[in-house]
């Protein structure tokens, strides 16, 4: 079973930007349906943004405009840029493949460690 690990994370003031990665070690890449969910304190986790086999992308309301999704097949990667983030984007951050569904919380791999991504003055 693939498995995915996610990096990229830290402490940035609130307007500042983070770029995540996520190595993705499963079969298939190029025809999975990826993408980052986030965990914020008390909270369930839910997917944010979302990137189809075609290179179709789809985000929750409260980052559109902010966050862009991105994937490099070769390299077996998906990206989150993160810009003019806000204290409320403080969250664990995960990647997976399965869902386009934004709010879900459906994923086909094991869940990875997540990064954490803290907005704070």
């Known amino acids: 079973q693939g498995h995915v690990v996610e990096s990229g994370g830290g402490l940035v003031q609130p307007g500042g930007s983070l770029k995540l990665a996520c190595a993705h070690y499963g079969s298939l890449f190029s025809l999975a349906a990826l993408g980052w969910y986030r965990q914020g304190p008390g909270k369930e986790r839910e997917l944010i943004a979302a990137?189809?086999?075609?290179?179709?992308?789809n985000y929750d309301d409260s980052v559109k405009g902010r966050f862009a999704i991105s994937r490099d097949n070769d390299k077996r990667m998906i990206y989150l840029q993160m810009n003019n983030l806000k204290l409320e984007d403080t969250a664990v951050y995960y990647c997976n493949e399965g869902s386009t569904n934004i709010g879900s919380a459906y994923a086909l791999l094991p869940w990875g460690q997540g990064t954490q991504v803290t907005v704070s003055s």
């Open positions: 990137i189809s086999q075609t290179g179709t992308t």
